[in-house]
């Protein structure tokens, strides 16, 4: 058996470009999926993937841990870097698909079977805008107590929003009371039952990151997302024994040498590591093995399209620490159209139960996603009062 093709596939979903790997090979119908999704960088992705492809072609796509080393330690490069990174993962998790097509099992059964009945999953409200901030001159916490209900009403028992607003290297109390405002209306709108989480998108400095987790401290979040930059290690640390709401990061981590690092300076208590960026399955078994060493959970990071769904899904099945999955429900009404899935999320809860179909469970149209060519994501462009670059 061997590899024939492996077709990067691009499809615009408003905010990002879901880039798709497809994995051919030379036995009729038997093909992989991945994903490589990676906003502001498709075109860097693409040709990332078509740089690899070269290594893989004529190869058995059955030896995927040796593959995985292929793509990580030739062409001289190691597979270091968010770009080369993705493209490895997007061909790993298709690899995968594969494997489990090969043996007639979900892939989670290629990992020593489920862990667990149900995965929960938890829906992203949004907020914290940089001109929510600096240009609204009112307080519009109310607004984010009606998006925390309506989650609640669609099912979610846990949502996140970003409800720490951006802010400059040091600030006073406006934006940490704009804050708490808003996770007050929040937790007041859903009551103690339903499980809130706030992102502040790594955009505080440590001394800023502090300062809101103190003040979000006595709303029991469920954790707190990315209170600084990832690269701030004893910041994170810091921050994670100040306060007793657990700290989460991972997802802009992509290296087991660093993974290993926040672990054992204690730097989180939840792991986001991403699928589609930290080295796909094959590196993400190693991340999660390491992290239940250190008795940390597992929370993917998972805003992209359908086959990093179903990834983090059919992941999560085998992993003992994993808690809960990010899902994207509505960000482009023809989802569903995109992909069949093999499994379902139910209403009541947002529960998924386990995929009974082999690999992944999924299948991409490629017709439907034709419909939707490449198109150059939104600038992203922040900037504080005085003219200083701000982080997204």
């Known amino acids: 058996m061997k590899i024939t093709a492996i077709e990067p596939l691009?499809?615009?979903?408003?905010?990002?470009?879901?880039?798709?790997?497809?994995?051919?090979?030379?036995?009729?119908?038997?093909?992989?999926?991945?994903?490589?999704?990676?906003?502001?960088?498709?075109?860097?992705?693409?040709?990332?993937i078509e740089d690899l492809a070269p290594l893989l072609i004529g190869e058995d796509p059955r030896r995927v841990e040796h593959l995985w080393q292929m793509m990580y330690r030739q062409h001289f490069w190691h597979g270091h870097g968010v770009v080369r990174s993705t493209a490895i993962s997007g061909i790993d998790i298709a690899l995968w698909d594969i494997a489990g097509k090969i043996a007639g099992m979900p892939c989670s059964q290629l990992w020593g079977g489920p862990v667990r009945d149900y995965i929960r999953t938890y829906c992203h409200l949004g907020g914290g805008k940089m001109e929510d901030f600096y240009e609204t001159p009112v307080d519009d916490a109310k607004r984010f107590g009606e998006l925390a209900s309506k989650a609640v009403a669609d099912g979610y028992t846990?949502?996140?929003?970003?409800?720490?607003?951006?802010?400059?290297?040091?600030?006073?109390?406006?934006?940490?009371?704009?804050?708490?405002?808003?996770?007050?209306?929040?937790?007041?709108?859903?009551?103690?039952?339903?499980?809130?989480?706030?992102?502040?998108?790594?955009?505080?400095?440590?001394?800023?990151?502090?300062?809101?987790?103190?003040?979000l401290d006595p709303y029991g979040l469920y954790f707190f997302e990315e209170p600084c930059w990832p690269e701030s290690v004893d910041g994170l640390a810091m921050i994670n024994a100040a306060?007793?709401?657990?700290?989460?990061?991972?997802?802009?981590?992509?290296?087991?040498?660093?993974?290993?690092?926040?672990?054992?300076?204690?730097?989180?208590?939840?792991?986001?590591?991403?699928?589609?960026?930290?080295?796909?399955?094959?590196?993400?078994?190693?991340?999660?093995?390491?992290?239940?060493?250190?008795?940390?959970?597992?929370?993917?990071?998972?805003?992209?399209?359908?086959?990093?769904?179903?990834?983090?899904?059919?992941?999560?099945?085998?992993?003992?620490?994993?808690?809960?999955?990010?899902?994207?429900?509505?960000?482009?009404?023809?989802?569903?159209?995109?992909?069949?899935?093999?499994?379902?999320?139910?209403?009541?809860?947002?529960?998924?139960?386990?995929?009974?179909?082999?690999?992944?469970?999924?299948?991409?149209?490629?017709?439907?996603?034709?419909?939707?060519?490449?198109?150059q994501e939104l600038l992203q462009r922040v900037f504080y009062p005085d003219g200083a670059a701000g982080d997204w």
């Open 243 to 375: 306060i007793t709401t657990p700290v989460a990061t991972g997802e802009r981590v992509t290296e087991l040498s660093a993974f290993r690092e926040l672990f054992a300076q204690r730097a989180c208590e939840v792991c986001q590591l991403d699928l589609t960026h930290c080295g796909g399955f094959t590196n993400a078994r190693r991340i999660a093995a390491l992290a239940d060493a250190h008795r940390i959970s597992l929370a993917p990071h998972n805003p992209q399209g359908p086959v990093s769904t179903a990834a983090s899904l059919e992941f999560g099945f085998s992993q003992p620490g994993y808690i809960i999955c990010e899902t994207v429900h509505a960000d482009v009404p023809w989802r569903q159209d995109v992909v069949t899935e093999g499994y379902v999320i139910e209403p009541n809860g947002r529960i998924v139960r386990p995929n009974t179909r082999p690999g992944l469970g999924i299948e991409i149209n490629e017709a439907e996603v034709k419909k939707h060519p490449f198109q």
């Open 158 to 215: 846990a949502f996140k929003s970003m409800a720490v607003p951006p802010t400059m290297p040091l600030e006073g109390l406006r934006p940490v009371r704009r804050a708490e405002a808003a996770v007050a209306a929040m937790r007041d709108a859903v009551g103690d039952d339903i499980d809130i989480m706030v992102d502040c998108h790594a955009r505080p400095t440590p001394a800023m990151g502090l300062k809101f987790g103190q003040a």
């Open 10 to 48: 691009v499809c615009h979903a408003r905010m990002r470009n879901w880039v798709f790997v497809k994995v051919v090979t030379d036995q009729p119908g038997l093909h992989g999926w991945g994903e490589a999704t990676l906003e502001w960088h498709t075109r860097s992705i693409v040709a990332a």
